[in-house]
Each structure stands twice: as structure tokens, then as C-alpha cells.
């Protein structure tokens, strides 16, 4: 269930005739971009902690990209800090726990290769969705966000932060 498709490919690509770095990530599907796809990829093989902003359907949703085993790890903790009300509310959160630990699993630690450079999802920390009247949701620092990267219209590096008025 890797959000990669096949085949490898040398993270040290030569380089095209125009200069322009020769390698499958700049071959993406249709309707997605081969530098986000890099910086993905870079979250993936080496642990980038990037700030980033997206625009998706006219929202801006800003946080930090982060690899999937990343994300699926942060989920693991968040279930495992939580608390789960009534009766089999202890098994739930045990069961979704090693649900999200396993699918942690499904991907590579950090170090192995990027590979083909063809993702299919985005997965930030600390994410939130900006309203446009200068504030955020959620207000308590974010959460995780996880988003096709067909859907993603736009991004600026960087996180948005509150302005003063």
C-alpha cells in the first residue's frame, strides 16, 4: 500500500541536454509537480522537516512536510497519548495504535533510496487550514493533514504565520 509506484531509479540522475536533471521525478502524473514530488521524496529518503504552504480547492493549508512513516508514527503517538471514553475505549486505542504502527511499516526509514520519485500523497505536521481573516484551524498548534498531490493547485516554501494587525 506504498504511496510510491514502481521501479527505481538513481537518486544521482544525469543531467538533459537543457540542463534540466534527468530523472523520473520530473516525470509525474498528470496534473502533479515534479518539485514538490522531489521535496516529498526528500521528506521520504532523508527526513526533510520542510515548511511548506499549499493552496488545494482555493484553501491555503500550511505545516510541515513530513515522510508517510513520519506521519503514520505521529498518528501511533497521537492515538497512544489519547483517550478513548467507554466501554472498549482501552482496546480501540490499542488497535488503532498498532493499525497506524503497522502502516508506518509499509515505508522505507530514512537514508534508503528515493526512488521511482512518483508519489501519489502529501503528509504534513502541524498542519492548518487558513480562514482568510488572518487566523487558523485548528488553534492548537495543528494536526496531521495528509492530501492527494494531484489536488495540491499551488505551494510557497514556507509556513504561513499570524500577522499583526
Not at 41 to 50: I, N
Not at 51 to 61: A, E, N, P, S, W
Not at 122 to 136: M, R, S
Request: hydrophobic fraction near 40%; proline fraction near 5%.
Amino acid at each position: 500500500m506504498s504511496e510510491q509506484l514502481e521501479e527505481p531509479v538513481d537518486a544521482a540522475a544525469d543531467t538533459a541536454d537543457e540542463g534540466e536533471p534527468k530523472n523520473d521525478v520530473m516525470d509525474q502524473p498528470d496534473g502533479t509537480d515534479w518539485f514538490l514530488a522531489w521535496i516529498i521524496g526528500h521528506a521520504e529518503s532523508f527526513g526533510l522537516d520542510q515548511g511548506i504552504t499549499l493552496t488545494v480547492g482555493g484553501r491555503l493549508i500550511t505545516g510541515r512536510v513530513v515522510s508517510p512513516k513520519a506521519y503514520f508514527d505521529l498518528a501511533r503517538a497521537a492515538v497512544q497519548d489519547g483517550s478513548f471514553g467507554g466501554e472498549g475505549g482501552e482496546q480501540m486505542k490499542s488497535i488503532l495504535a498498532d493499525s497506524y504502527g503497522q502502516w508506518a511499516e509499509l515505508f522505507p526509514d530514512v537514508g534508503a533510496p528515493i526512488g521511482s520519485g512518483k508519489f501519489a500523497y502529501i503528509h504534513l505536521k502541524e498542519a492548518k487550514v487558513w480562514n482568510g481573516n488572518g487566523t487558523y484551524l485548528p488553534t492548537n498548534g495543528g494536526g496531521l493533514w495528509r492530501g492527494k498531490l494531484s489536488a495540491v493547485d499551488g505551494f510557497f516554501l514556507g509556513e504561513l504565520q499570524p500577522g499583526e494587525n
